[in-house]
């Protein structure tokens, strides 16, 4: 950057013959042109629309550009990355070169300053004539900064405030609200909220779980009073999910006539609905779901038994979790033959008093938040999950969905390769390997993926087809993970665990990321409550 040698000095803006202003403070220093301070001192006489990047009350849509909707974090949380990313929005190019920038070199110079006000002090103090006071001397100003000085010290107030935004970048992912849940909220407030907005946004929230993500990152989860859908965002997680309990109260208005009805009682004892309430019943239904996996769908039991919840803390992978998990059953006062049944199928009266039975032994396994509390007045129903009915034809949790078209996204509807012509192929077969090294043909497997995916979040038979895939796919990944933990193929490194999966009935099925994930989570969840025992936490 190359500055003349004649300048023009005013207040604290530099002016040079190249029409080249720099402007420096003590705490920043940033280089315009003269119209562009000028356009910028005409806007300020103007109401702002935007401010900082907040979008004013004036604010006027024009044409291009990107709203981001954020939920309060950036306020709260980032302020010093919102600050520095705004000043390097300000700040001109300046081409850095790797110049090294040291604190010795503005030590210096502002010693000379220094050196060079006091010889200027001392000279003006010895003409000062006995008749004038010493009070009327006036005081010495600073000598403008060089252009070299000017370019240095932009440089390292750039430094400064793209580290700042280098060390948030470094964190790593985070997950905040789902988007989900945030265009419900765009939807009430443009009076367009239904049922099925209402249903995609509990869907989106309750997903998160499934997948480990976290406001930290992708982990495991932890362990809440709350039970049931809790666990995810801890205390602003359960804030989100308690509006969406009021919008279900709201948009799912019981039955005047029907009030001592099946919904009523089953609220009462606690037992989770299974089927609609009419051919033509399409409402939401909070419900105490307990942590069990797709417990609609298959029995009691293998529900309990593919739960990474309650595996993690039996240790269902060896002789003696099962064992623990069949005492558990056997305190609950539920035979193994009555337990294998389809849930549906299960007794009426095992089913009421499931609930109350979990409540009252499940603490003594250490599995506190199996099930949500009983409902008070303090707490509501704080930890229970939505349930919704299409007729007669399905009922399914927001949960149950979320397993559902995640195993779609991860393995597809029948959990096999298929090439863009639909036929099977082998993920192994070096041939395919020389065919699609670029993985062509595996980038369009995604995107048919997700559009299968996509289309049944509105569609109840294609969630019902896909439903063997989900159970098989968890099948998979508890024959995996205690084939890992039992062979002990888990290596301890310094910073984390590794195990490789090269081997069994199931490896094709963690070729997908997605899938390979769970399987990780699953992993990990047990090993870190296996080490806890261990350490006698």
């Not at 033509?280 to 529900?303: A, G, K, M, N, V």
């Not at 699609?436 to 979040?457: C, I, K, M, S």
């Amino acid at each position: 950057m190359s500055i003349g040698h004649s300048m023009k000095m005013s207040g604290n803006l530099l002016c040079t013959p190249r029409q080249l202003c720099c402007r420096y403070t003590d705490s920043e220093s940033y280089c315009r042109r003269p119209e562009d301070a000028l356009q910028t001192i005409s806007d300020k006489s103007k109401a702002p629309d935007v401010v900082d990047g907040r979008i004013q009350p004036a604010y006027k849509p024009r044409q291009g550009g990107i709203i981001v909707y954020d939920d309060g974090d950036i306020d709260e949380d980032m302020a010093a990355e919102r600050d520095a990313f705004l000043a390097l929005l300000n700040m001109p190019e300046v081409e850095d070169d790797g110049e090294l920038l040291d604190d010795s070199d503005g030590a210096s110079e502002t010693a000379r300053s220094l050196t060079h006000q006091r010889r200027d002090s001392h000279s003006s103090n010895n003409s000062i004539s006995p008749s004038q006071s010493p009070r009327s001397s006036p005081t010495p100003s600073a000598p403008p900064a060089s252009p070299r000085k000017l370019r240095r010290r932009l440089l390292r107030l750039r430094r400064k405030h793209e580290a700042v935004l280098h060390s948030y970048y470094s964190l790593g992912s985070t997950y905040s609200e789902p988007v989900s849940s945030l265009l419900y909220s765009l939807a009430e407030d443009l009076g367009r909220e239904d049922n099925n907005f209402l249903w995609q946004a509990i869907v989106g929230v309750s997903s998160l779980e499934l997948y480990g993500r976290s406001m930290t990152g992708v982990g495991i989860s932890t362990s809440l009073d709350a039970g049931g859908s809790a666990g995810w965002g801890g205390q602003r997680g359960e804030r989100i999910r308690q509006v969406l309990r009021d919008e279900v109260r709201r948009l799912n208005p019981p039955d005047p006539q029907e009030a001592n009805g099946e919904r009523t009682r089953g609220e009462t004892y606690g037992v989770i609905p299974c089927h609609g309430l009419s051919p033509t019943d399409t409402s939401i239904q909070l419900s105490p779901e307990p942590r069990f996996l797709l417990i609609r769908h298959w029995s009691l039991y293998e529900s309990m038994l593919h739960s990474p919840y309650l595996a993690a803390r039996l240790h269902i992978w060896s002789d003696v979790g099962r064992k623990r998990l069949h005492k558990l059953l056997a305190k609950m006062g539920i035979s193994l033959s009555q337990c294998k049944q389809n849930y549906t199928h299960m007794d009426m009266e095992l089913k009421r008093g499931l609930r109350q039975s979990l409540l009252k032994y499940a603490p003594m396994y250490g599995l506190d938040g199996l099930v949500p509390p009983p409902a008070s007045a303090g707490r509501g129903k704080e930890g229970w999950g939505f349930v919704r009915s299409w007729g007669w034809r399905a009922c399914l949790s927001a949960i149950d969905v979320g397993v559902i078209v995640g195993a779609i996204l991860e393995v597809g509807k029948s959990g096999i390769h298929t090439d863009a012509t639909g036929k099977p192929y082998d993920v192994h077969d070096p041939k395919r390997e020389l065919v699609d090294e670029d993985g062509n043909l595996e980038n369009q497997a995604w995107v048919e993926r997700f559009w299968e995916a996509y289309d049944a979040l509105g569609d109840i038979e294609a969630l019902k087809a896909a439903l063997p895939t989900a159970l098989h796919l968890h099948r998979a990944i508890l024959r995996t993970g205690s084939s890992l933990i039992e062979k002990r193929q888990i290596r301890h490194l310094r910073a984390f665990r590794m195990a490789v999966v090269k081997e069994g009935p199931d490896v094709h099925l963690f070729t997908h990321p997605a899938a390979l994930t769970k399987l990780a989570l699953w992993v990990s969840e047990a090993i870190a409550e296996q080490e806890r025992d261990q350490m006698g936490i």
